[in-house]
């Protein structure tokens, strides 16, 4: 049986998402952009290969770039993944693409530019996250029903609800969960039976519609927060508590360095960022500056 943890919309409501003035230096310099050649890009991974994989929505497919020239090199799956949100691979090298158009996860095998279905997962409305934990876990943020779900076996074991319109789930460097809580405009800490630990929402975060987040080796998460067209970089293990240490984005939409229009997507690889800038239908990478 699911076990649902107590709601927290309760506790969410009525937050304001005040932008914070303190630490809005950016974390990170503009080094490159892709083509806008993709069509609503969304979250992105890298593969087993080190290629950098796209979930390209409306394209309803994935994307896949070489991350150190952010040339697109293949599009695999062309129309086979209708409204694809998410894209995440397990340690074992498969790739799990949360299909949202579907309601379902597919989880695929990619050779080269071939993909070989291995199973799906159905039944979720509105899925839009999906993680294979390093536990051989699977966790599905279903933001339709405000639901994520623990897998085991492919076999339901523990649920949290109240995150309604939530899209990404992460893996912390303790293994313990982040959730990017769109509607609720927070960051929701989970242990990984589905437990609460904290919420992010105070607003020297000023957060406004989180999306899509990573967690680099310093176990420091990178958010996009689509509706204020920045990305944070947030310290959820400073001695004093969690800190913001800085942010890509002047708060309008645009194009260019440290612009974004509508961003989505985050993956993190070594001392580079790579950030869907969905509304401009790209791929941007930033290198950092700061520690």
């Known amino acids: 049986m699911i076990r649902y943890s107590w709601p927290i919309a309760f506790l969410l409501a009525g937050i304001g998402a005040v932008i914070a003035n303190a630490q809005d230096a950016p974390f990170a310099a503009f080094a490159l952009a892709s083509p806008s050649e993709l069509a609503n890009p969304h979250d992105l991974a890298f593969g087993p290969d080190g290629r950098l994989y796209v979930a390209d929505k409306s394209g309803a497919r994935i994307a896949v770039l070489d991350p150190d020239t952010l040339e697109i090199v293949a599009m695999l799956g062309e129309g086979q993944f209708p409204g694809i949100h998410d894209i995440s691979f397990s340690p074992d090298g498969l790739a799990y693409v949360s299909v949202t158009g579907s309601v379902q996860v597919d989880v695929i095998r990619i050779t080269g530019d071939t993909i070989t279905s291995v199973r799906k997962v159905s039944g979720f409305p509105g899925s839009a996250g999906v993680l294979p934990h390093s536990n051989g876990r699977l966790y599905i943020m279903a933001g339709g029903s405000g639901e994520l779900v623990a897998f085991e076996n492919d076999q339901p074991i523990a649920g949290f609800g109240g995150l309604y319109g939530a899209l990404d789930v992460a893996e912390s460097i303790d293994g313990t969960l982040w959730v990017a809580a769109n509607n609720q405009s927070a960051l929701v800490h989970l242990t990984q ?99």
Do not use: C, H, W
């Open 193 to 291: 039976d589905l437990d609460l630990i904290e919420v992010l929402n105070g607003p020297e975060f000023g957060l406004r519609g989180p999306r899509y987040l990573d967690i680099d080796e310093f176990g420091r998460i990178i958010v996009a927060d689509q509706d204020a067209n920045r990305i944070l970089l947030i310290d959820p293990l400073a001695p004093e508590g969690s800190r913001l240490l800085g942010v890509l984005g002047d708060g309008m939409p645009g194009i260019g360095p440290g612009k974004f229009n509508d961003p989505e997507g985050v993956a993190v690889r070594g001392n580079s960022f790579y950030f869907s800038d969905t509304d401009n239908d790209r791929i941007v990478k930033y290198s950092i500056v700061i520690n």
